[in-house]
């Protein structure tokens, strides 16, 4: 097990209610769950995570399983809810 922090962006912070945490997990699965059950009392937060994308040390997860994805000490996790804009 490793620390590092969760960093939420836009509807993930509000759904959090912070900008950022710390984790204390091996893989993202178990730091987001953590997340998840550090926040049942913001039930929008479970939500928002099944829309999100992550980055990992600046590294898309993309389709990888959560579970498979390893953090390291003093690591980031950036959570990205989809995002709407176009052209201008």
Known sequence: MVSGTIRYW?????AAGTAEEPYEAGTLAEALQRARETHTQRPEFARVLLRCSFLVDGDPVGTRE????RLR???????????AGGAL
């Open 10 to 14: 836009a509807a993930a912070k509000a």
């Open 73 to 83: 000490e003093g690591g980031t996790v950036e959570v990205l809810p989809p995002f």
């Open 66 to 69: 959560h579970d498979t994805v």
